[in-house]
């Protein structure tokens, strides 16, 4: 590029050198635009003996020139792959940095960095016209909609879970929120290809992940997956190759977030699951300052990354804390934080788990789970979705009530 305004003097203001990364190639631009600007014109001679003064070699600046001098309309597109790769530059500088506060636990400097982040520097970035909100209307359409969970009634009511929106799974232990999980994630790789999802599995290992993954994708028990084709696998493996899981312990807000950085750009995250929310760790004292911080976070990241995101969490003691009751919105612990910060807060429950059911109930019961919509923000609410859950391959399936 450098060698192209060489030969093309009035091309340099296309080239903003702030996208240069090497302090030579901002030193050699400077140069041509001091020279073009004099006279029109760029001497290749006299730029060699002003930049060998600053201490670039004859041969490097005689490198600049090759056969190949590409169009003016080539030349702006490597402009704006140029400034492409300064972003993420920008955003792998800004990890490094941020790796550091996470390591010192100062949570003030993380947030003041995502605000820097946020911004770009570029107060341009955050205004839109009329012409790129309809674009990206436009876009949002060609896909299809938002992401659908591969619950029938809830992605027809929805149109599926919006880049930017988050969306709230609510339900005490054993009313399989991780199995419903898992189902979504086998829904995305079937439905969406060519697009990735980020899983943080805060609680499973990676070998309890992949059983269960190899028994909802094959359709398949525990007994059977064992001997299970290796080209059957493959093919699963293949299913999920934008699927990538990262399953620590415990993770804080900031390690979430330089998580998904590292990888957003190897494919096109449009999702992001978190199993489960009270396992984020974060700095503040009180559990309620805890919850709003990162709920609060949850809805800023999708915005700002513009990807949907799907959140498990634990319920209180309140209605449905048993877990074969219907919940309410109160039900979630901090449920104040995520019925401000979610788009769409949902709720199950396993009617088959309460201990007092007769047999005939029990055997009427089995397997079943109820899917309730406690909140949504744009979409009325349907009172209870029933899912039918095979126990023997893990996997869910809506059925008429």
């Known amino acids: 590029m450098l060698g192209a305004i060489i030969m093309h003097p009035e091309w340099r203001g296309l080239l903003n050198p702030d996208i240069l990364y090497w302090e030579r190639h901002k030193t050699i631009y400077k140069q041509i635009h001091a020279m073009a600007t004099e006279d029109g014109t760029v001497s290749l001679p006299t730029l060699s003996s002003e930049l060998k003064a600053k201490g670039v070699d004859h041969a490097y600046t005689g490198s600049l020139l090759n056969d190949i001098i590409p169009s003016e309309a080539t030349f702006e597109q490597a402009i704006k792959k140029l400034e492409e790769y300064r972003e993420k530059r920008d955003l792998w500088l800004a990890t490094a940095e941020m790796r550091e506060h996470i390591k010192k636990d100062e949570f003030n400097e993380i947030t003041e960095l995502l605000t820097k982040v946020r911004g770009g520097g570029r107060a341009d ?21 938002g992401i659908h969970l591969g619950v029938p009634s809830f992605d027809n009511l929805t149109d599926g879970i919006a880049e930017g929106e988050v969306c709230y799974l609510l339900g005490r232990a054993k009313v399989i929120k991780s199995i419903f999980m898992q189902n979504v994630v086998s ?8 697009d990735g999802a980020i899983v943080f599995s805060l609680e499973m290992s990676a070998p309890q992940l992949g059983e269960r993954m190899l028994m909802i994708e094959s359709g398949k028990d525990k007994e ?9 696998r493959n093919g699963i493996i293949n299913r999920q190759k934008n699927i990538f899981y990262v399953t620590k312990s415990a993770m804080s807000m900031g390690d979430i977030y330089t998580t998904i950085s590292s990888i957003r750009y190897l494919t ?10 009270t396992r984020i760790k974060c700095t503040e004292k009180s559990e309620y300052d805890a919850l709003r911080a990162m709920t609060k976070f949850i809805k800023d990241m999708a915005k700002e990354l513009n990807v949907a995101i799907f959140v498990l969490t634990q319920v209180s003691r309140a209605e449905g804390g048993d877990g074969f009751s219907p919940l309410r919105l109160s039900s979630g612990r901090g449920s104040g934080t995520i019925e401000e910060d979610a788009d769409f807060v949902l709720g199950a429950y396993r009617p088959e788990l309460n201990p007092h059911l007769g047999d005939i109930d029990r055997r009427r019961l089995d397997g079943v789970v109820y899917l309730q919509m406690l909140g949504a923000r744009r979409t009325p609410i349907i009172e209870k979705i029933k899912l039918h859950f095979n126990k023997k391959n893990l996997r869910l399936h809506e059925e008429a009530i």
């Open 125 to 145: 970035k955050a205004r839109l016209s009329a012409e790129d909100i309809v674009g990206a209307f436009g876009e949002y359409r060609r896909r299809g909609g």
């Open 187 to 194: 829904s995305f790789a079937r439905r969406y290809q060519d």
């Open 224 to 232: 059977e997956i064992l001997s299970l084709p290796q080209e059957e």
């Open 268 to 277: 096109n995250i449009r999702l992001i699951i978190i199993d489960f929310l």
